[in-house]
């Protein structure tokens, strides 16, 4: 149980620093310098990292666990 809640919070952690130098990255050099776009970008960039995040916090709440 305890291992399963590391490896959840040591992929969240890979995944949300990947996450957001992808989104930087994105950012700086596909979108255009249009205040605008960027508006529309970075609230949308906010909320797509819940979606596969929330498999990872699922990942480390207890359930059916076979090592019990």
């Known amino acids: 149980m305890k291992r399963k809640k590391l490896l959840g919070l040591f992929l969240f952690l ?3 620093t990947v996450y957001v130098f992808a989104v930087m ?5 596909v979108l255009p310098d249009n205040r605008w776009v960027e508006l529309i970008f970075y ?4 909320i797509v ?3 596969p995040a929330k498999s990872l ?8 666990d076979s090592s019990q």
């Open 57 to 64: 916090v699922r990942l480390m709440l207890p359930g059916d």
């Open 25 to 29: 990255l994105l950012a700086v050099h």
């Open 43 to 46: 609230p949308i960039a906010g």
């Open 14 to 16: 890979v995944f949300i």
């Open 49 to 51: 990292w819940i979606f």
